[in-house]
């Protein structure tokens, strides 16, 4: 079976800061692990994701995480916050396949000017 | 191209009342997905089809049934409504199952009330 944590519900930063949102996981298979982005009223989209292979992962927007397989860890960061970063972001795990995905809570993204 | 799209937006419902929420995916994707979301509690699976024919309960099916009328429609009915279904509903779709390389692509979500 397979589960999230997300540290921190609600996360704010100023514009040009570095972003850091936490993800841990736990998994009973080697683990595929995602991170989504949600803006208000839309559904959630593939921000990045990891399968096997190269450990940092490069995503859309200037995105990347890290895996860390000893910390069970999966954090995403972004160098340099942009006003446009201000969503909801869902880390998720799964195993073979999507119907086993877990998704965190979330955490929200403010970015202040 | 619309990706997934969902209707409605929004609806309020009395306490017994039934419903359908409607989903439909132009990509040719062969699994489909529902999930509600509710705060603090990130998106939990409620039925999710693999293929087209079949169906399998996910993580919180109880109250829900669903129907996979084709390979592009995938709805979701409430028999009977309770106050704890008030969430926000997201169909999705992926090219199959497999997750390692088949993402989800999600709806804009349907925000239901029930009175």
């Known amino acids: 079976a397979q589960s999230v944590t997300q540290l921190g519900s609600h996360v704010s930063v100023s514009e040009g800061a570095l972003v850091l949102l936490r993800c841990n996981y736990s998994?009973?298979?080697?683990?595929?692990l995602f991170w989504y982005v949600q803006y208000p009223n839309q559904g959630l989209q593939l921000l990045l994701k990891?399968?096997?292979?190269?450990?940092l992962v490069k995503g859309i927007n200037g995105f990347e995480a890290e895996f860390k397989k000893s910390e069970t860890s999966f954090h995403l960061t972004k160098p340099s916050a942009h006003m446009s970063d201000a969503a909801e972001y869902f880390c998720?795990?799964?195993?073979?396949?999507?119907?086993?995905?877990?998704f965190g809570a979330g955490t929200r993204l403010t970015v202040k000017p | 191209n619309a990706g997934v799209t969902q209707t409605p937006k929004f609806q309020v419902l009395k306490t017994g009342q039934s419903m359908t929420l409607q989903c439909a995916q132009d990509?040719?994707?062969?699994?489909m997905y529902w999930y509600r979301q509710d705060p603090g509690m990130g998106l939990r699976l409620i039925y999710y089809?693999?293929?087209?024919?079949?169906?399998d309960k996910g993580e919180v099916p109880n109250g829900y049934n669903v129907s996979r009328l084709n390979k592009r429609e995938f709805s979701l009915r409430l028999e009977s409504a309770a106050p704890s279904q008030t969430s926000v509903y997201f169909c999705?779709?992926?090219?199959?199952?497999?997750?390692?390389?088949?993402?989800?692509?999600f709806g804009n979500g349907t925000r239901l009330t029930v009175t």
């Open positions: 999705a779709s992926s090219v199959h199952g497999g997750g390692f390389n088949s993402p989800l692509h």
């Open positions: 089809s693999a293929s087209e024919g079949t169906t």
């Open positions: 998720a795990v799964s195993g073979l396949n999507n119907n086993d995905m877990r």
């Open positions: 998994s009973s298979v080697p683990p595929y």
């Open positions: 990891y399968t096997t292979g190269a450990t």
């Open positions: 990509m040719n994707h062969n699994s």
